[in-house]
């Protein structure tokens, strides 16, 4: 069964770094881009950061700028997320998407595989 699950999530600092990772299984993995999306509570879906099939190209939600960074190794059939100075806002379940393309899309209805979340919890 196609599945993709998500793990490296925690409680962590103010400031502080976590490494997130997804592990696709039972599918063509590097044929996809990739998507890191997070849902804070009573907030939408809202996308992260996203790589393309290869790991040539990325995008990233300004608000992650210079402190996210998306990567992905499609021998491991893994994609990742680095978290560095981490804010309380950041607080979040973390989910990772798989979408139809090789290229990056950035809206949620067009990424149709999800993994099941991993919870980022940043104290103050």
């Known amino acids: 069964q196609v599945q993709l699950v998500e793990s490296g999530g925690g409680l962590v600092q103010a400031g502080g770094s976590l490494r997130l990772s997804c592990v696709a299984s039972g599918r063509t993995f590097s044929s996809y881009a990739m998507g890191w999306f997070r849902q804070a509570p009573g907030k939408e879906r809202e996308l992260v950061a996203a790589i393309n099939a290869n790991g040539i190209r990325t995008y990233y939600a300004d608000f992650v700028k210079g402190r996210f960074t998306i990567s992905r190794d499609n021998a491991k059939n893994t994609v990742y997320l680095q978290l560095n100075s981490l804010k309380p806002e950041d607080t979040a379940v973390y989910y990772c998407?798989?979408?139809?393309?090789?290229?990056?899309?950035?809206?949620?209805?067009?990424?149709?595989?999800w993994g099941q979340g991993t919870q980022v919890t940043v104290s103050s």
């Open positions: 998407a798989s979408n139809r393309n090789f290229f990056i899309v950035t809206s949620p209805p067009l990424y149709v595989l």
